[in-house]
């Protein structure tokens, strides 16, 4: 589908005006302009995204907090989100979810499951929900996310909670856009703390242990201890909490909402928060360099044939990749 622009001018003060008010239409399109791949769009996106970074660091703000929610598919990560952002809603928050969706691209269909799952949210008056691919990035994080969780924070949401499916590669990790993550898993999927990758042990913040209803509590329970028990080992100056909860029954959620304003006021005061953030930063710069020459870099079909003999000189031995690689940045560079 083709999303015309045209209709809506994101270089307008009117535009940008709607979209610190909260307008959600705007919101919407503005997401879809972000995650827009055409060259046309990226000039006005940019400076649109500008123009938002500067809103956000000169108004005096609300505090945001971003939480990622990850875990295995089907663990239960919608249902949490859905209980938890209605929770937040009640104690009058406004909560966008940007749910990233691996199948996305493949399925285009998925997104409606992701929708109905939060019944509760969806068509809440302050309560946003997105569906993002991820644009066949690893980690299951969109290329674009930080930036749709800046148009959001400018649409006035103070939480932003980002489903994703844990992957734990460590260059695209949700942990770098977030602020807490929690890993939800469950008794008995068979991954225990093994399956688990390592990436994601070390980035999470807090364990949630779903499913805890029915026949599977006690075994729920003691799955959680192990959980604490290997992760003290693995993380021993890190206090990670576990904890048990169901989010199809509701049980647990208010528990786990405490943990995670707890987790937020400590780390607000001893500045972790912050230099979090601040790290962050650096690396949203160092992504946005990567990309924009590696944007480049693809655009220049001119230099296709020259990529194509590189390729096949590696492949036949003739060259080394780092040789290759050197030569084409020089020719690159040269010509740009
Ligand atoms: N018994 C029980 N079932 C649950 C619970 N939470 C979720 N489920 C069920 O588990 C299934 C998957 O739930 P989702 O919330 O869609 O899981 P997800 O992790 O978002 O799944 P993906 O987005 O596909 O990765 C659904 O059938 C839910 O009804 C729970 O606390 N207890
Ligand atoms: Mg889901």
Not at 13 to 29: K, M, N, P, S, W
Not at 58 to 72: D, E, F, L, W
């Amino acid at each position: 589908m083709m999303i015309d622009f045209s209709s809506i001018d994101f270089s307008s003060d009117e535009t940008f005006d709607l979209l610190t008010q909260g307008d959600i239409q705007v919101l919407a399109r503005a997401l879809t302009l972000i995650e827009s791949r055409r060259r046309v769009d990226q000039e006005i996106r940019n400076r649109f995204l500008e123009r938002c970074a500067q809103y956000l660091t000169t108004r005096i703000a609300h505090p945001t907090v971003r939480i990622a929610v990850t875990g295995s598919p089907g663990v239960g990560k919608s249902t949490l989100i859905d209980r938890l952002g209605l929770m937040l809603v009640e104690a009058e928050h406004t909560v966008a979810v940007l749910a990233i969706d691996p199948s996305s691209e493949i399925t285009g269909g998925s997104i409606l499951g992701d929708k109905t799952r939060m019944s509760g949210l969806s068509g809440h008056s302050k309560a946003f929900i997105r569906p993002t691919p991820s644009s066949g990035q690893l980690g299951g994080v969109g290329a674009m996310t930080r930036e749709s969780i800046m148009v959001c924070e400018v649409a006035g949401f103070d939480r932003i909670l980002v489903e994703t499916v844990g992957v734990g590669q460590s260059e695209t990790s949700v942990a770098h856009l977030v602020d807490i993550v929690l890993l939800v898993t469950m008794e008995g999927s068979g991954d225990g703390l093994q399956g688990i990758k390592r990436g994601i042990l070390e980035s999470m913040d807090l364990v949630v242990v779903n499913k805890t209803d029915g026949d599977r509590v006690q075994a729920s329970k003691r799955f959680a201890n192990e959980l604490k028990q290997a992760l003290h080992l693995l993380r021993p100056h890190d206090d990670v909490e576990v904890t048990c909860l169901s989010a199809e029954f509701g049980s647990g959620i208010s528990e786990l909402l405490s943990l995670i304003s707890s987790w937020c006021n400590s780390h607000l005061e001893n500045g972790a928060f912050d230099k979090r953030r601040a790290d962050q930063r650096l690396k949203w710069f160092d992504s946005a360099v990567a990309r924009t020459i590696e944007q480049i870099a693809s655009e220049r079909t001119d230099l296709q044939s020259l990529k194509t003999d590189l390729r096949n000189a590696i492949t036949d031995g003739n060259t080394t990749p780092l040789t290759a690689a050197a030569h084409f940045v020089n020719v690159l560079m040269d010509k740009t």
